[in-house]
């Protein structure tokens, strides 16, 4: 984002600055065409402009309480930024109202949807090569169904004979 003094603390109206232009840069073209980038990247701007609408809220009402969180916050990127440990804590006690089982939960269903983002990602980018690894595995006559390893095992003895013939012809 915006350069900013490191030597002074942000100020909420700065914070504010910061999180309206990562927002509107979350939504300009090209947008990232793997899914999983757009999703995060959504998620960002989502999650920045409410962040800013609430912080807005509460500067209006109550300008110190507002700069205290902006203190807290620092950004993701700032080298004191939040301690994601602690917001934890504050989440397990303020959020979830020290509930274990509530959290677990919350951190199985990451886990779940980060599996299934990795399993799709890892089947589509699968559909994406499988026409080269055909025509590579026709290519190196190895039939139509050689799996990648064979591929590289077999562009690998002809890199080998191909620098034996070039050794042999200088």
């Excluded at 620092?74 to 602690?86: H, I, K, M, V």
């Excluded at 109202?97 to 919350?106: C, I, P, V, Y």
């Amino acid at each position: 984002m915006t350069d900013t003094n490191l030597t002074s603390p942000q100020t909420t109206v700065q914070l504010l600055h910061d999180l309206g232009e990562l927002h509107t840069r979350t939504l300009v073209s090209p947008l990232p065409k793997q899914p999983a980038a757009l999703g995060w990247q959504s998620t960002t701007g989502a999650m920045a402009a409410g962040f800013a609408r609430a912080l807005h809220a509460l500067h209006q009402a109550d300008p110190d309480k507002a700069q205290e969180i902006t203190d807290w916050f620092q950004g993701p990127f700032e080298d004191e930024g939040p301690d994601p440990e602690e917001h934890t804590d504050w989440l397990e006690r303020v959020i979830a109202g020290g509930d274990l089982a509530l959290m677990e939960k919350w951190v199985e269903d990451g886990r779940r949807l980060a599996e299934a983002s990795r399993q799709a990602t890892e089947e589509r980018e699968t559909a994406d090569w499988e026409p080269l690894r055909l025509i590579l595995s026709k290519a190196l006559a190895l039939g139509t169904g050689a799996p990648w390893d064979a591929i590289r095992d077999r562009a690998t003895e002809l890199a080998a004979i191909a620098d034996s013939v070039q050794e042999t012809s200088r």
